[in-house]
């Protein structure tokens, strides 16, 4: 009996000193973490708390140069690592020409890590914008290296059923290889489909996959010479269709 209660003193003075370390540990880091204790009373940099040193960029940006980041960045060199205001960086990041999202995050002791995610266009947006992959509308300062891009356009407040219809149209075209030069949304009823070196198409939305279906089920069989004449197709007939020929035809 004796033996089992020394052994049970033993165990609980083991168990005693454990919890009064970890709390004594735990109080020194709270310590260190106050934002009154960042700085000791001479004002020098506590050794928690670094200026921050430099910054990291995590993923590979091919529109978002280096300079930019850099504009950001940079005023924050020297600060305190703890007191960084990273939402408002970030809010700047995303403020930059391609930026969708950023993300920045401390690597303790001094250095800030940072995530960017680009735009993606897929097509040109009128004459000033590009549409990325969600079919939304953004304006870059410069549309250099996207004169070749399908030209979508409409009612911005539709952007996303442009992009929609010519990811879902393109593929019946090219399929007798036909290529979209432009499509445009005219009104909430009737679309506009330029196909590259030939002929204007216009077609309803309501029946869209119809009427172009039913065109494109015919089109093979129309002479060459009615084909290469024509610049203007109207679908929007229940039992067919309207060509209308050049002028010089």
Known sequence: MTNVFYKNAALFRKIFWGVVILLLLSGLVAWQLSEKRLTDSSGEQSWFSYPLADYEILTQTKQVNREQIDQVLKPYIGQSFWDLPLPEIQSQLMRLDWVVSAKVSRNWPDLLGVVITEQEAIARWGENGLVNQSGEVFYPTSMDGYGDYVLLDGDLQFAVLVSQRFSEIAPLFSQHDLWIESLVLLDEQVWELQIFQGPLIRFSEGVWREEIERFL??????????????????????????MKPSKTN
């Not at 089920?217 to 309207?242: H, I, M, Q």
């Open 217 to 242: 089920l015919a089109y093979p069989e129309l002479k060459s010479d009615f084909r290469n004449s024509a610049v203007y197709y109207d679908l929007r007939y229940s039992n067919g269709f309207v």
